[in-house]
């Protein structure tokens, strides 16, 4: 008798629940008259059985006709903008009303959370005033010799593969080379990732993007829920593991008066004054105007915002360069020629060599438009607007959708949208296109800070490769490409394997 209580009890609350979603939670579009994709009680339109870059490109491509269109994530309305100019709006016109992303972002439970790419508001803005002069030209051109020196060993690693012509799975040996660089200037580290790939250092990295994807979900459009129950988006021992490393770094720099040239020293910097050296000598700057300087907890918390923004991202692209190179052979050969005719010009790998390595540079965009690291760009209404241009009025706290990869492989902005051809990258080409049709590092006042660090990072290390070997596609890998829906950037879901050979 009681236990057929109970299953009545629990039907009717299953029931009750069910009926909130469809009629009340999963209204809110309906009700403001707003075209949107039909959700599924209780997760709404996201499902997991997909990567969710992907989800958006599908329905963005769909859907595009609408120029905005309403999905829900869990119980949240969310807007997807499928138009370039209201693209624009977005993240640059109307910035004030979007300025934050509505992500998971909790310094209490998860002290890792509190950096530049997740804080909102005036933290935001103030962080990222100081950070500013940490990513200029000059400032990065200072951490060259680093990344030369990373990219060597990452061509003598290959040595013997090539001479066997070995498969090799690209992916986890580019992750290991720019662990290794970016360990090194973010944490003044030698991790040793490219000799030793089953460190500490790669295995603490690993469990960065290893993510339930749940909790990934939430964490990008329910933070609300892992506040409620204080869920930290970070497992305990990757931040045990940096924060100690990197209060180590710093304290036996400091003690012993080390300065290198490179992120973690301005790091210290800002630890120490609150500003860092200008690039001109001559510059003076107002110490009685520097209010805040960093705390440990805020350094480590930016310095590892740039290692898992830098190693995954960018070990990434140079993957999926591969991948498309292995393919087209004539383009591989085309890109290969640059680099002997610059490689000579110069006579070596220089910082200018590689800056007049045109032709490479439009292979690396082709990729980032065909694998937009981010695949979608997530932004949270902060304050209530019009959304010019059309009738919606968009209330405060609705999350916003930009879907990139739906945009990158648009057949009507890019022809042929499955093809890989860097010549979409000549200079009338672009001028042709929309500004807001290409926005692999964002646009706007929160585009990526360390876009050029990244493109620096994947063109030394490709340059390393290229200049010494060839590469195939191996039988294993898949053509397209399968994508994991567990993790927030786009990664291969079953390896990229190649042939490599000596050239």
């Known amino acids: 008798m009681v236990f057929a209580e109970l299953i009545a009890i629990f039907i009717g609350v299953l029931s009750f629940a069910y009926i909130y979603y469809k009629y009340v939670v999963f209204n809110f579009w309906h009700k403001k008259g707003v075209f949107y994709v039909e959700p599924v009680v209780p997760t709404g339109n996201i499902t997991g059985k997909e990567h969710v870059g992907v989800f958006f490109h599908d329905a ?74 940490t990513f200029t030209s000059g400032k990065i051109k200072q951490m060259f010799a680093i990344m030369k020196e990373c990219g060597e060993e990452l061509a003598k690693h290959l040595e013997n593969k090539a001479k066997m012509r070995d498969s090799i799975e690209i992916k986890d040996i580019l992750a290991s080379y720019t662990t290794d660089v970016i360990m090194s200037t973010a944490f003044g580290v030698k991790s040793n990732c490219v000799q030793k790939p089953n460190n500490e250092y790669r295995i603490q990295g690993k469990k960065v993007f290893d993510i339930n994807y749940i909790k990934l979900a939430l964490a990008m459009f329910a ?173 405060k706290g609705t999350l916003i959708t930009v879907p990139v990869l739906g945009v990158h492989r648009d057949p009507s902005i ?48 490709l340059v390393s490769l290229l200049s010494k070997y060839k590469f195939k596609l191996h039988s294993r890998t898949p053509v397209p490409l399968n994508f994991s829906e567990r993790s927030i950037v786009l990664t291969a879901k079953s390896g990229v394997h190649l042939i490599i050979k000596p050239r």
């Open 223 to 395: 933070p609300q829920i892992m506040e409620f129950f204080s869920i930290p988006f970070t497992p305990q021992s990757v931040t045990d593991f940096y924060m100690k490393m990197f209060q180590e770094a710093v304290e036996y720099r400091q003690a012993h008066h080390i300065v290198r040239h490179d992120f973690m020293n301005l790091l210290i910097q800002l630890m120490e004054r609150g500003y860092v050296d200008p690039e001109d000598d001559k510059k003076t700057i107002d110490e009685s105007s520097i209010v805040n300087k960093l705390t440990m907890a805020e350094a480590t918390a930016q310095s590892f915002a740039f290692f898992v923004a830098g190693f995954e991202t960018s070990a990434s692209t140079a993957t999926y360069t591969l991948y498309e190179l292995a393919q087209y052979q004539n383009i591989q050969d085309k890109v290969r020629k640059e680099i002997d005719e610059m490689l000579v010009k110069h006579g070596d790998l220089t910082y200018d060599a590689i800056n007049d390595m045109t032709y490479l540079h439009k292979v690396i965009n082709e990729t980032l438009r065909k694998y937009p690291s981010l695949p979608i760009l997530n932004r949270i209404c902060t304050e209530e607007i019009d959304l010019p241009t059309t009738n919606i009025r968009i209330p």
């Open 414 to 461: 890019y022809p042929d949208p499955d093809k890989f051809d860097p010549e979409r990258f000549n200079v009338d080409k672009v001028k042709e296109r929309h500004p807001y049709a290409y926005i692999p590092f964002g646009e706007g006042p929160r585009n990526c800070i360390g876009s050029r660090f990244g493109y620096l990072q994947m063109k030394i290390g």
């Open 60 to 133: 963005y491509l769909k859907y595009k006709g609408h120029r905005v269109f309403g999905t829900y994530t869990f119980f949240k309305p969310n807007l997807v903008i499928a138009d370039l100019d209201l693209i624009r709006t977005v993240l640059t016109k109307e910035f004030q009303s979007f300025h934050d992303r509505g992500m998971y972002c909790n310094e209490k439970i998860d002290p890792l959370t509190g950096n530049l790419f997740l804080m909102p508001g005036k933290r935001w803005r103030n962080m990222r005033v100081k950070m500013t002069p």
